[in-house]
């Protein structure tokens, strides 16, 4: 089998940095910063329109034929701090963030959904970005990735999330994914070697390059080069050297939620509204054991989700897999007890409670890293806990033997339903909750007015012309549900106008 990210590339459309050296230049109409799911979208949809288009991309291009499984290699070559970034503030989320060609969704699990469109109305920006306008680009994007559920490869771990739900009457529904082909290995967090789930790095990214398009991989953006109040290129570092691009068009800056703000900082835009109103999905986890063998490494994923307390307390409910080194952060125990919990691995299984988040947090600016302060607020952390309340009345639905909540203040194990109230005792202290925070948004956010905002209502600068932020960080508000489909379809219809 051919995988989509091994075949052959004219000459000179992607350079490794690691093997330039000296002081290097190039030209392009556009340059586009990043590759994940904003920038991957942007480069293919103008190269198709007939643009010369380059790439920056700060991390390495893993190759699906490099994968290894291994956790720890994983995130060492494919995260960005070797996925050991924290926020800071009263709770510390750990913060997961691709850092490769293709970005986050190398690694992420391919859940492909849109976002509601009372959220996408609410922004009040009207038939530039609402509902209707994005309507046309979800309907091409998931026709072009062929987005449907995965449940022929369900695995036993989906099963029962599906059979908790149902149980208590609850809503539950497969999750639609961009991975058609996906063999249920469980494996996505750690890149897809089968090449069946349509990240980046495998579809959008070499299309743009077979189209014409350039990629300088691990070339980190320093800054946007200016004059006139206009940018005119990017100055980037490369492993053993420099890259200067001037962009004859302009910039399009798609380096994500954190990362985009102090680019723009560095550069020299001086809104206010720059790195505040960050916002996230804070992801809790829950762990249970049960009498028979679940094999969560058999499966898609994240194969389920319900939505039962989505509109009530702004929680999605979703099963997931984890490799054991990340489930060992969903067990309550340590050393011998944690080897022996381990040890009935077969029998584990991990949920998770993905909460929209109404706390706002910044990203700063600090010797040239990228520190985000967050707490979630009291309201975030009653949501939270009714939520995972709510997982362990499923787990205990669908037959858990134990569910263990991992939470300050609670036992480590609860042994029946009649349990589930213990949950009120949680304390609403945010430092009790391990959490993870992977959908991120707001940072550099668009509005009619430059007064609250960075970017225009065409995404692009207020303050610079010619630089338009294409990623989340451009959303108002986070979604409440998972971001990857939604902009994608952003980008698309900003790509689109913007080569008309
Ligand atoms: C574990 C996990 C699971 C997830 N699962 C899902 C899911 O199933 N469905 C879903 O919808 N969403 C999911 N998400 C979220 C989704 O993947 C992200 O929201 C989405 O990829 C963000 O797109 P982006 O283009 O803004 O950023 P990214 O995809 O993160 O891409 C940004 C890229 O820019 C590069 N970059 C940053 N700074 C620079 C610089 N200065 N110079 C050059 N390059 C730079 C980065 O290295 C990165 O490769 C998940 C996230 C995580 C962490
Ligand atoms: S579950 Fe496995 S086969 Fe399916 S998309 Fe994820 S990594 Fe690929």
């Given amino acids: 089998m051919t995988l989509r990210d091994d075949v052959t590339l004219p000459s000179g459309a992607h350079l490794d940095s690691e093997a330039l050296r000296g002081q290097l230049t190039d ?57 050991a970034q924290f926020t800071f503030g009263r709770a510390g989320l750990t913060l997961v963030q691709g850092r490769n ?87 996505c967090l750690t890149g897809c070697r089968g090449g069946k789930k349509l990240a980046m790095g495998v579809t959008l990214i070499p299309d743009a390059l077979r189209g014409g398009a350039r990629l300088y991989s691990s070339a980190r953006a320093l800054r946007l080069s200016t004059a006139g109040g206009r940018a005119t290129g990017v100055v980037a570092r490369l492993p053993h050297g420099t890259l200067t691009v001037h962009a004859r068009r302009g910039v399009l800056v798609c380096a994500s939620a954190v990362q985009t703000p102090n680019l723009l900082r560095r550069s020299g835009v001086r809104s206010r509204w720059l790195g505040r109103n960050f916002q996230c999905h804070p992801g809790f986890s829950l762990a249970a054991r049960f009498d028979h063998p679940v094999r969560m490494q058999h499966g898609v994923t994240q194969g389920f989700h319900s939505e039962h307390l989505s509109k009530s307390h ?50 700063v600016d600090l010797l040239g890293a990228d520190p985000v302060l967050f707490t979630p607020d009291r309201v975030d952390l009653l949501r939270a806990r009714e939520g995972l309340k709510a997982l362990t009345r499923m787990m205990f639905a669908a037959g858990a033997r134990e569910v263990w909540p991992n939470v300050h203040g609670l036992p480590a194990v609860l042994r029946s339903a009649d349990e589930v109230q213990r949950w009120d005792d ?60 939604t902009i994608m379809a952003v980008a698309r219809l900003a790509a689109e106008r913007l080569a008309s």
């Fill in 27 to 83: 030209a392009a109409d556009f340059v586009v910063v990043g590759s994940g799911a904003a920038g991957a979208v942007a480069a293919s949809t103008l190269t198709q329109a007939g643009f010369r288009v380059i790439v920056l991309e700060e991390g390495p291009w893993v190759r699906t034929r490099d994968l290894s499984g291994d956790f720890a290699r994983s995130t060492s070559s494919l995260l960005r701090g070797a996925g």
């Fill in 101 to 187: 060609v293709g970005g986050t969704t190398t690694v992420n699990s391919a859940i492909a959904m849109r976002a509601p469109a009372e959220v996408l109305d609410g922004w009040g920006l009207g038939p530039s970005l609402d509902a209707r306008a994005l309507e046309p680009h979800y309907q091409a994007l998931e026709r072009a990735f062929e987005v449907r559920d995965s449940t022929e490869v369900a695995g036993e771990h989906n099963r029962l999330f599906e059979r908790g739900a149902r149980a208590l009457g609850w809503q539950a529904a497969p999750t639609r994914r961009f991975a058609s082909g996906c063999e249920g290995s469980g494996a």
């Fill in 314 to 363: 702004q929680v999605k409910l979703e099963s997931l897999s984890l490799q054991p080194e990340l489930m060992a952060m969903s067990i309550p125990a340590a050393g011998r007890a944690l080897t022996a919990q381990l040890a009935a691995w077969d029998e584990l299984l991990v949920w998770a409670v993905v909460l929209k988040a109404r706390a706002t947090g910044r990203v």
């Fill in 426 to 485: 949680a304390p609403l202290d945010p430092r009790a909750y391990p959490m993870v925070a992977t959908h991120l948004f707001g940072t550099a956010r668009i509005g009619r007015d430059a007064r609250d905002s960075v970017v225009g209502q065409g995404l692009e600068c207020h303050d610079l012309a010619r630089a338009w932020v294409l990623d989340s960080s451009a959303f108002p508000t986070n979604l409440g549900t998972n971001p990857q489909l």
